[in-house]
């Protein structure tokens, strides 16, 4: 799936990276805690997340993630640096309105695997 | 406590291994080790530095810090045992997954810590070791 795709069924706006709206994501991980994602997220996920502050872009470039989305409508403060933070790394951000349950669940919907071992089907079919 | 510049240190070691040529999952495995023993500092110590030596075939990343110490080793090895405080755990950390990482992503791991002195934290990823 491309971020395009991710922007459009999310209907999400681009805060960084509108030029690499043709990136693919492979998978997709929902989590608040940092920890979680430098534990479980694998290379070119998609990181969904309501914590928006400069963490966020650090653990999304230790785990080489695709892209970040904030959810809830989330965006950092602007008296952190996080926009420029990503921008220096080329690591796109968006922000939707969506919940992290249904931003999750439309992507699952529309082919997007997860991230355990079986892309969390087993069971689902 | 600076957690806004908190994993500097991890990304420079993550670029310099990248420069020299570290297979994909060297780099990320180190890189994650280096941001976790980063963010141990940040958040539990009073000053604190990472030195990381690179050879051609392994990692060492050594943090020392000035600071509580660790009164259970073991424990604090568990995965969600933590002594974060609440501010910590609503910027995203704090849930008590950082040595366990860090365990997960090392070939060799040697923790030694001194109640109300400090701790060092060894780690050595190879580059031909079968670690996450």
Redesign the interface.
Known sequence: MTLQQVKDILKAEVLVGNDQMGRVVTSGFGC?????V??FAP?GALLL?G?T????V??A????AAAVVFVRGKRPLPT??VLEMAKD?RLPLLTTRYLLYDSCGLLYCAGLKGCTEDGGRQGAE | MD?????DA??KV?KTLIQVGMP?GVV?RA??AT??AE?NIVIHAREGAIKASITSDQVEIVATDVGPGITDISLAMQEGYSTAPPHIRE???G????L??IK?CADELDIQSEVGKGTQVRIIIKRSGEGQ
């Open positions: 608040d805690l940092m920890s979680d430098l534990a290379p997340t914590i502050n400069a963490q966020v650090r653990a470039q230790m785990v080489d952190e640096p790394i | 957690f806004v510049s908190a994993g991890a990304a993550k994909d990320r890189a994650i941001y976790e963010m910027m995203g950390f849930a008590g997954m950082g366990p990482n997960r």
